[in-house]
Structures are given as C-alpha cells and as structure tokens.
C-alpha cells in the first residue's frame, strides 16, 4: 500500500467496526519527530518502517488498536553522534478513548492498556505510530566499541597523564594566586 493510501486521520467508530487490518510501509523521512533520534537522514535516504495495524472492537465495544513495527534505523551514537544501525521490532497495544468521554464512567480504560486519544471520533494514526516508534527506541544509544570516539579517549588520556605527572600543580598555581591577591590587598 503506498503512502497516499496511508490514512492520516481515521474515523475511529468506521475503522474500528469493520475489524479491518492495514499493512503499509512508511518512509522514515515521513517522521519529521522521530528524525532528532536519528543520526541522519538523506534526502535519497530510503528507508522504511514497516508496520501491521490491527483495528479491534472488543466485546465490550472498546476500540483496541494493535500495531507492530519493523524496520532498521540509524540512530545517534551519544558518544561520537555517529550511526548506530539499530534494528527496530516492536509491537504495541492501546485503546481509542474519545478524549470527550474522558471521565466519564462509561468508557473506562482497559486493565494496564495505554490510552490514546481521538478528537471528535477521529484519530491521527500516523501520529499514533510515529509516537510508539519513539517510545520503543532505547534511553540511551552508544555503540559497541567504548572508544568510538577518538577525541574523547585523547582527552581522557591527556586527563590522566596531567594528573599523574603533577597531581598538585594547579593547587600551586592557585596558592601563588591567592599569595599575590593578599599581597596587593596589603
Ligand atoms: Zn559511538
């Protein structure tokens, strides 16, 4: 399914009553808030996330969306801010509340089920699933190497040499300071 045929925005009470199920693959260029997590995108970047969208109404009536996500991602290293390839298989499941019937005691959350949202019986789906890939990204990314990033393991190394060679020379320099400060004040 191309992209044209992704639907944005879908009427919650339709898409969820027909139980219908939509595969598609989406371009990650597509993800303008997901791209600060990535160490770069391309113009030509082609990449793309593949997800499986299931649209459930239980017995109860409640809207259950559940979604998988594929795809390989290059995220950021935070320690050289190169690329990392990270390949990127999560799954989720969330129920539709329309943000209206928020708390009301007619439509209560399901047990542990995350909520999201729709306004006035719509619901952005590609915001939906931008926001669960962002989610299952990791805390922190860094890459396998601990000393993939040279400038960092100079500076360390030149930390180390400084502090083994004069442990107390800036403590000098400080006392000398200190001296001549009290002598002009004299
Ligand atoms: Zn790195």
Known sequence: MSL???PETVEVKKFFSRQGQLTTS????????LEQYLANVEADDSSEIEVDLDFIQDDE??????GSMKGALLLSCQRCLQGVEYSL????RVQIIDELKVGGDTELAKDEL?????????L??????EDEVILSLPLVVYHDEPD???????????AEQNIESKPFAELEVLKKQLS???SKTK
């Open 180 to 182: 001549s400060e009290k």
């Open 89 to 92: 298989s999560s799954d989720f």
């Open 124 to 129: 952005n789906l590609f915001e939906l699933v």
């Open 26 to 33: 989406l371009p990650l260029q597509k993800f303008t808030r």
């Open 114 to 122: 995350e909520v999201v949202l729709s306004t006035e019986g719509k």
């Open 148 to 158: 993939c990033n040279q400038v960092l393991v100079d500076l360390n190394r030149s």
């Open 4 to 6: 044209q045929q992704f």
């Open 61 to 66: 009536g409640r809207f259950i969306l559940k």
